[in-house]
């Protein structure tokens, strides 16, 4: 391994490991290193949205566990996922993002294993809290792993491919949810058990190291811990808001605490000499477009995953299990686009596409406000919203988180990681909307939050066209 400090990330190939060099010309095995790395940013990404239908059956299996109580199986994971995935990202950078990565797996299957069996509600959601833990060590990290896997020819190709996968598993996680929920809801944890092994192994043997070049300065820790604490707080105070009131005044506190450890986190990424967000990432205009936008578009798209669920079982009284299966066109539509995202950014470059994904997503929006009634009515109802559903997931994420690409290869796992986490602050902001408008669940209140919905997606492809560089007319 080359000890000369240069300004990018380096391959290694540790002793210990048999995995072959990294080239120019990439992984002489990436495709099998791009199905491992998909196969663990599918788990921990579907993981935050299969529980949505699970938590009925959660709390039949804990008598005395009150909603607000098993509420936190799904607050848990999305406050600690939000607030590590920098932090994460950046150890990751130093330390090796191999190691880190399947770190995070080791520690994700455990504490599946421990949410599956957990005895209490109590060990579940700290099992949960340290799933996400877990889950922000893999996302980001998969991402950086797969650039110097790839010629950079193919970066567009396999970027698309993975957040491909990201959009799947969004759309997927309330039918997957709905099937295994239908067996018992403990299946939901149990299931990554024997994934997480499988891709511990063949990660073990196929992934290169990855890691700055020694002598690289250390992740200012005063930055990591502002902003653990502002994303944290944020995330905090926009879950409990419905609850407690959003002019209570522990939620006001919590936004100012927010606002405050936000404000130490910025000072700090202009000032310190090595901040856990660097300011360079903002210098590219693509990627502050793509960072704006997944917070809008995820605060809609978490509209769409938790409402259409809700909706069939609360006003239609569809099973789980029917639920779920009900909501099987959109992941299927978007597998797909996404499929496809190399092909159509190649053609119609990265803002067409991800701008015709957010507006797809209103207009989902606007049909179910023009098209579904109290009475049931899937296939004219339901199923034409679902469908422009899975044209959003697929053709809207993959070129936003593409945008990681835009930024340079040293910089790839943090820009991965900001993204990823204005995506989970945008679903922790949808999912504290949507709770609040269907308190009682009626009609109205899912029609309020499909507005909500339309809004999102509308102001999201504003954010991109508004952001994206602007071409120069030579003379």
Do not use: C
């Not at 090595?274 to 210098?283: D, G, N, R, Y």
């Not at 509209?303 to 639920?323: C, D, G, K, N, Y």
């Not at 507005?451 to 071409?471: E, K």
């Amino acid at each position: 391994m080359s000890t000369q400090a240069a300004p990018q990330a380096v391959a290694t190939t540790p002793h210990t490991g048999p995995a072959p060099a990294v080239t120019e010309a990439g992984h002489p095995r990436r495709w099998s290193v791009m199905a491992v790395l998909g196969a663990v940013a599918f788990m921990a990404q579907l993981d935050f949205f299969v529980v949505n239908v699970a938590l009925d059956g959660i709390g039949q299996s804990f008598p005395g566990a009150g909603v607000a109580s098993v509420s936190w199986v799904l607050s848990a994971y999305a406050i600690v996922f939000a607030a590590v995935l920098v932090p994460a990202g950046r150890v990751a950078d130093q330390w090796g993002r191999k190691k880190v990565l399947l770190s995070g797996v080791g520690m994700f299957t455990l504490t599946s294993a421990v949410a599956a069996a957990a005895p209490n509600l109590g060990v579940l959601v700290g099992a949960r809290a340290l799933q996400a833990v877990g889950a922000a060590m893999i996302v980001p990290t998969s991402l950086g792993l797969l650039y110097p896997s790839f010629p950079k020819r193919q970066h567009t190709l396999v970027v698309g491919l993975w957040a491909g996968v990201g959009a799947i598993a969004a759309s997927a996680g309330p039918p997957v949810g709905g099937l295994l929920v239908s067996l018992d809801w403990r299946w939901i944890f149990l299931i990554n058990v024997p994934i997480g092994i499988a891709t511990l192994v063949a990660g073990a043997l196929l992934l290169p190291e990855v890691r700055r070049p020694k002598g690289a300065p250390v992740p200012d820790p005063v930055s990591a811990v502002t902003l653990l604490l502002a994303v944290s707080l944020l995330v905090l105070a926009t879950v409990q808001g419905s609850g407690w009131g959003w002019t209570d005044a522990r939620t006001l506190a919590l936004f100012a605490a927010a606002v405050l450890a936000g404000a130490a986190t910025v000072e700090r990424t202009l000032r310190a000499k090595a901040p856990v967000i660097e300011k360079q990432l903002f210098t590219s205009r693509p990627f502050t477009a793509a960072t704006v936008a997944l917070f809008l578009f995820y605060v809609g798209f978490a509209i769409v995953l938790l409402s259409t669920a809700m909706f069939m079982q609360e006003i239609w009284h569809f099973s789980p299990l029917r639920a779920g299966v009900s909501i099987a066109p959109a992941p299927l539509a978007s597998i797909a686009f996404a499929m496809n995202a190399g092909p159509i950014q190649r053609r119609f470059g990265r803002i067409a596409p991800a701008v015709t994904g957010t507006i797809a997503m209103a207009l989902a929006a606007g049909y179910w406000l023009a098209a579904v009634h109290t009475t049931p009515d899937y296939w004219s109802g339901m199923f034409p919203g679902l469908i422009l559903v899975g044209l959003a997931g697929g053709l809207a994420q993959a070129p936003m988180f593409a945008a990681a690409g835009t930024l340079a290869p040293e910089r790839a796992t943090t820009g991965s990681a900001v993204l990823n986490m204005s995506r989970q602050i945008g679903s922790a902001v949808g999912v504290a909307v949507l709770v609040a408008l269907t308190a009682q669940p009626t009609l109205t209140g899912f029609d309020h939050a499909w507005w909500v919905q339309a809004g999102a997606g509308l102001a999201a492809g504003a954010a991109l066209l508004a952001l994206h560089p602007r071409r120069t007319v030579s003379g």
